[in-house]
Antibody, heavy 121, light 108 residues
Framework: EVQLVESGGGLVEPGGSVRLPCAAS????????MSWVRQAPGKGLEWVGRIKGETDGGTTDYAAPVKGRFTISRDDSKNMLYLQMNSLKTEDTAVYYCTTESPYSSSLDNWGQGTLVTVSS | SYVLTQPPSVSVAPGKTARITCGGNNIGSKGVHWYQQKSGQAPTLVMF???DRPSGIPERFSGSNSGNMATLTITRVEAGDEADFYCQVRDSSSDYVFFGGGTKLTVL
């Protein structure tokens, strides 16, 4: 059974940083594309970015609002995905979900339960 | 950027058919995926690549995609279907993922 478990959320001041880990299990993690998706309170879903699997070079892509501030990385030896968030703004307040992404269909097949990051002074 | 347009809300009586649309420029040339998000829960995939249902999703859920509109159809709607639904595509030129704004399905 595929499991994705995010952690690391909490209250952060504007301009601050936080790293969100996502623990993966139940599949061959190193081969799988992984994405982060966020949802601001009462709002819709917004794609944050992805990291491709090792066979596809492990490269990253980022949505425009977070490019240059957020970094996605992975540790395939530990089946862990990370989202490093720097220079945080109040508009980054959201529940952050880690997901698997099919490189073939582009669907986000499996989702974690999410972790809430609140950016506020 | 690629814009996906969904109606904010759709209401339907139990046992009837709900149709949730997702509009986009030449969306028929893309693979569209649909997610259901029940209150307080994470989204779950209910339709991928326009017409394919993941295991465990009832046959009451079906999809179509042509021209500038994709549609998720739910027949014999049940109270438990009430949720927010989102469409999603990946733009082939940028490789970026885009979501529609979401549609709240209310079962009357």
């Amino acid at each position: 059974e595929v499991q994705l478990v995010e952690s690391g959320g909490g209250l952060v001041e504007p301009g601050g940083s936080v790293r969100l880990p996502c623990a993966a299990s139940g599949f061959t993690f190193s081969h799988v594309w992984m994405s982060w998706v966020r949802q601001a309170p009462g709002k819709g879903l917004e794609w944050v970015g992805r990291i491709k699997g090792e066979t596809d070079g492990g490269t990253t892509d980022y949505a425009a609002p977070v490019k240059g501030r957020f970094t996605i990385s992975r540790d395939d030896s530990k089946n862990m995905l990370y989202l490093q968030m720097n220079s945080l703004k109040t508009e980054d307040t959201a529940v952050y979900y880690c997901t698997t992404e099919s490189p073939y269909s582009s669907s986000l097949d499996n989702w974690g339960q999410g972790t809430l990051v609140t950016v506020s002074s | 950027s690629y814009v996906l347009t969904q109606p904010p809300s759709v209401s339907v009586a139990p046992g009837k058919t709900a149709r949730i649309t997702c509009g986009g420029n030449n969306i028929g040339s893309k693979g569209v995926h649909w997610y259901q998000q029940k209150s307080g829960q994470a989204p779950t995939l209910v339709m991928f690549h326009n017409t394919d249902r993941p295991s465990g999703i009832p046959e009451r859920f079906s999809g179509s995609n042509s021209g500038n509109m994709a549609t998720l159809t739910i027949t014999r709607v049940e109270a438990g279907d009430e949720a927010d639904f989102y469409c999603q595509v990946r733009d082939s030129s940028s490789d970026y993922v885009f979501f529609g704004g979401g549609t709240k399905l209310t079962v009357l």
